[in-house]
């Protein structure tokens, strides 16, 4: 079973192989134009993934050393993302599948991420608990199989990558700000400022208030001195990312204690930063739990994980047909 793999959600294209269940290649292409715009733009991603899809998926051919007429289906993301960048995609998976005559199937983004488990050992059994977090969904997911998926508790407002971001932005750190913030934590004070942890009912976040408190505590701050940022730069990032991650981590503790379930993994983009891994890992050991984090090359949007999401739809017989169409705002 040789599955060609294609995502294009956002701004990275990714094409991978994946053979009875080993993954022989992975390659993604980066877009460095949005840094001058501080943010993704939506027109410039789609051109770009015109640009890259056809050397992406020939390298990652050519390192699998798999033939296209070697290939058993073609795998691609429909959603979420953006519309025009799901559409470069899933046109091209469409008409690959087609020209070869072999199956298509259709890959919801947010389940990749937590399927990114299975790629390598360990794997965790289910059902395991994941904290699926990234620049546009903060969600903890209850797996009870891979093609099994419930979201018990999902932030409201605002993601939790969004806020590091737009935090970093406050700051005048470059796009993307998220890693900066994580890099520059490193060497702070975690505890040198305090900002409100929000709350919401149950198992649900909300974003949006810490990112008010930050603007305000940064305005009132600069205006007695404007040196403070470049003065506690370390110390504010090391700060924010703290109160982030105890808002992440305080509704994760009480997922386990509502669900009993004590294998818990972490996915998606935010996944790579450090601070989170540091502290999940701390907490798994306190609170007895087995934690599974993926490695950084899987954390960011990829095509693998498309892959290993594609191989069990496939196993299970779920295909597509030429009648499919992305889905911006694709639901688990």
């Given at each position: 079973?040789n599955?060609?793999?294609?995502?294009?959600?956002?701004d990275e294209?990714s094409?991978a192989?994946?053979?009875?269940g080993?993954l022989?290649?992975?390659?993604i292409?980066?877009?460095?134009?949005?840094e001058?715009y501080?943010?993704?733009?939506?027109?410039?991603?789609?051109?770009?993934?015109q640009?890259?899809?056809?050397?992406?998926v020939?390298?990652?051919?050519l390192?699998a050393?798999?033939?296209?007429?070697d290939?058993?289906a073609?795998?691609?993301?429909r959603?979420p993302?953006l519309?025009?960048?799901?559409?470069?995609g899933?046109?091209?998976?469409?008409?690959?599948?087609l020209g070869?005559?072999i199956?298509l199937?259709?890959?919801?983004h947010m389940?990749a991420?937590?399927l990114?488990?299975?790629?390598e050992a360990?794997?965790p059994?289910?059902p395991?608990?994941?904290?699926?977090v990234?620049?546009?969904?903060?969600?903890?997911?209850r797996?009870?199989?891979?093609?099994?998926m419930?979201?018990?508790?999902?932030t409201?407002?605002d993601?939790v990558?969004?806020?590091?971001?737009k935090?970093?932005k406050?700051?005048?750190?470059?796009?993307?700000g998220?890693?900066?913030i994580d890099?520059?934590?490193?060497?702070?004070?975690p505890l040198?400022f305090?900002?409100?942890?929000?709350?919401?009912?149950?198992l649900?976040y909300?974003?949006?208030?810490?990112k008010?408190?930050i603007?305000?505590?940064?305005?009132?701050?600069?205006?007695t001195?404007?040196?403070f940022?470049?003065q506690?730069?370390?110390d504010?990032c090391?700060s924010?990312?703290?109160?982030?991650?105890?808002?992440l981590?305080?509704?994760?503790?009480?997922a386990v204690?509502?669900?009993g379930i004590?294998?818990?993994?972490?996915?998606?983009?935010?996944?790579?930063n450090s601070?989170l891994?540091s502290?999940l890992?701390?907490l798994?050991?306190?609170?007895?739990?087995?934690?599974?984090?993926p490695?950084?090359e899987y954390?960011?949007d990829?095509?693998a994980?498309?892959?290993?999401?594609a191989?069990?739809?496939?196993?299970?017989g779920i295909f597509a047909?030429q009648?499919?169409?992305?889905?911006?705002?694709?639901h688990v």
């Amino acid at each position: 079973m040789n599955i060609l793999a294609i995502e294009s959600s956002c701004d990275e294209t990714s094409a991978a192989v994946l053979s009875n269940g080993h993954l022989l290649s992975n390659i993604i292409a980066t877009q460095l134009i949005h840094e001058q715009y501080g943010g993704v733009v939506p027109e410039l991603a789609s051109r770009a993934h015109q640009q890259h899809i056809m050397p992406v998926v020939e390298r990652a051919l050519l390192d699998a050393n798999i033939a296209k007429t070697d290939l058993s289906a073609v795998a691609f993301t429909r959603g979420p993302g953006l519309l025009g960048s799901l559409l470069v995609g899933a046109s091209f998976a469409k008409a690959l599948a087609l020209g070869l005559n072999i199956p298509l199937i259709d890959v919801n983004h947010m389940q990749a991420h937590v399927l990114a488990h299975f790629i390598e050992a360990p794997r965790p059994p289910f059902p395991f608990l994941c904290l699926t977090v990234s620049g546009g969904h903060t969600q903890l997911v209850r797996i009870d199989g891979p093609l099994s998926m419930t979201v018990i508790g999902q932030t409201q407002d605002d993601a939790v990558g969004e806020a590091f971001d737009k935090s970093a932005k406050l700051l005048g750190l470059p796009y993307p700000g998220g890693p900066l913030i994580d890099r520059y934590a490193k060497a702070g004070n975690p505890l040198a400022f305090r900002f409100p942890l929000g709350e919401m009912p149950g198992l649900d976040y909300s974003f949006s208030g810490i990112k008010t408190a930050i603007l305000y505590f940064l305005r009132d701050n600069t205006k007695t001195n404007p040196d403070f940022i470049q003065q506690n730069l370390p110390d504010i990032c090391a700060s924010i990312q703290h109160t982030l991650i105890q808002m992440l981590l305080t509704k994760l503790k009480r997922a386990v204690r509502e669900t009993g379930i004590r294998h818990i993994a972490i996915a998606g983009g935010v996944s790579a930063n450090s601070g989170l891994r540091s502290a999940l890992t701390q907490l798994g050991d306190e609170q007895g739990w087995t934690v599974y984090i993926p490695r950084f090359e899987y954390c960011t949007d990829n095509a693998a994980m498309i892959a290993m999401a594609a191989q069990f739809k496939y196993e299970a017989g779920i295909f597509a047909d030429q009648t499919i169409s992305p889905l911006p705002r694709l639901h688990v």
